[in-house]
């Protein structure tokens, strides 16, 4: 018994000398960024709808942490980080539950412990589903939303983030590029986004041209600083390392893309506003930087500053004019998931095969082959998403509906669905 108990002490300080404890300080850091960027997200989408559903907007992203959190552990990191089968998904019987993951197990050749890199994964597997809550705020059925992210995040995202991530995934072999998620993440997230809005249909208010008032824009614009600031371990965190000769200046890098991107995107789309409607509003400076930091995120391990400033430009002007287009298109996107990260995503990954200087894995660095890469990897997020959100509603629409009853819209989400208000200043 004292000699197992010698060996097992053995073997953890043996692992414990193998981790690179700067890279893993940053990884954690990045971790709780990232899962920062939920509730930012929740006063982000609550600021703008109207204050009888601001609760649950919130909700559809404070419940995300909750049910992917834990499909993540149970099956979500197995399906996009095992070995390939068939090419589709990943499977690995000891990431079940992470049942088969010591505690002292490295990640790849990082020096970071898997866990945290399971951890890091996760919260971005949380964060997806939720940005899709936005086109279908204010009619969604709760339960509906809540089974739909569950299977969403199981049959989409996994097999996408698997595709593009794990190093037997077939995009990740071919030599696309997504350095943080602008194919998994937004483009997924973004064109699901679109396919529920019209299947679940426009709110009962909705008319074309019609502003629907958000209800707190300080709130707005407090989430949308913390997604700013959480950002930073969303892109820079995607290097997976800090100390290393090469993850290192990669972070560094990563973390001056960002920032420059969103700062460029922020100051476009207040210039288009005061040149087309003569002022600039913080609704659309949020929006515009929100719109840069989804564009730089495919791309920002592998440009320079200087083109993030581009990159953040293009998108700016990009998804401004593709939120215009829903009210000419009738479709109601309602706090413009699809417009900004879908429109914002599509740009950004493909930007990153114009500039890209730090190719990885077969890839062609910043030219026509590796655009053309980005164009098919686009097109296969787009496909894919949108077909496989299009069943997955179905089936959620025959089983429970997709929108509430036609009273509980008038009477408002908060009140019909968690019997609570957001606010009470108004009932005397």
């Not at 700067?22 to 703008?48: D, E, I, K, N, R």
């Not at 589709?88 to 945290?116: C, N, R, S, W």
């Not at 479709?331 to 429109?343: K, N, P, T, W």
Request: aromatic residues 10%; neutral net charge.
């Amino acid at each position: 018994m004292l000699g197992s108990t010698i060996l097992q002490l053995g073997s953890v300080i043996g692992a414990a000398n193998d981790v690179d404890s700067g890279s893993t300080a940053w990884m954690l850091t990045s971790s709780a960024l990232v899962l920062l960027m939920v509730p930012g997200l929740a006063l982000f989408y609550g600021g703008m709808v109207r204050s009888r559903s601001v609760l649950t907007t919130m909700m559809h992203s404070f419940v995300a942490m909750a049910i992917i959190g834990v499909q993540w552990v149970l099956v979500g990191y197995c399906l996009a980080f095992g070995k390939t089968v068939g090419g589709f998904f990943g499977f690995d019987p000891a990431y079940i539950g992470l049942a088969g993951i010591a505690h002292t197990q490295m990640y790849a050749d990082k020096g970071v412990p898997e866990l945290v890199f399971v951890m890091f994964q996760g919260k971005f597997a949380i964060i997806t589903p939720a940005l899709i809550s936005g086109a279908i705020a204010e009619r969604m059925r709760f339960r509906s939303y809540v089974l739909f992210i569950v299977l969403w995040a199981t049959f989409i995202y996994c097999p996408l983030a698997h595709w593009v991530w794990a190093s037997d995934g077939w995009l990740f072999k071919w030599g696309v590029l997504d350095f943080a998620g602008g194919t998994v993440v937004h483009i997924s997230a973004g064109v699901s986004a679109l396919v529920l809005a019209i299947l679940v249909g426009a709110r009962r208010d909705w008319t074309r041209g019609t502003a629907m008032l958000p209800n707190n824009l300080t709130m707005t614009l407090t989430g949308v600083g913390l997604l700013w600031f959480g950002w930073f371990g969303f892109n820079a965190g995607s290097a997976v390392a800090a100390e290393s000769p090469v993850a290192g200046p990669v972070a560094g890098l990563a973390f001056a893309t960002t920032q420059t991107a969103a700062a460029s995107a922020a100051l476009v789309w207040i210039v288009i506003e005061r040149l087309r409607h003569g002022k600039a509003t913080t609704l659309g400076m949020a929006s515009g930087i929100v719109a840069g930091l989804v564009a730089i995120t495919p791309a920002a391990g592998h440009v320079l500053p200087i083109n993030a400033l581009f990159i953040g430009a293009a998108a700016s002007v990009a998804c401004f004019f593709a939120v215009q287009m829903k009210n000419k298109l009738g479709y109601d996107d309602s706090l413009d998931a699809f417009g900004v990260h879908g429109v914002g995503g599509i740009v950004g990954a493909l930007l990153t095969g114009v500039f890209a200087f730090t190719p990885v894995v077969g890839a062609l660095g910043g030219n026509f082959g590796q655009l053309g890469k980005q164009a098919v990897a686009v097109v296969v997020a787009i496909v894919f998403a949108g077909v496989g959100t299009l069943v997955i509603a179905l089936f959620v629409k025959k089983l429970f509906g997709l929108r509430v009853p036609d009273q509980h819209e008038r009477d408002g989400l908060d009140l019909a669905i968690h019997g609570e208000r957001g606010y009470h200043h108004d009932l005397g």
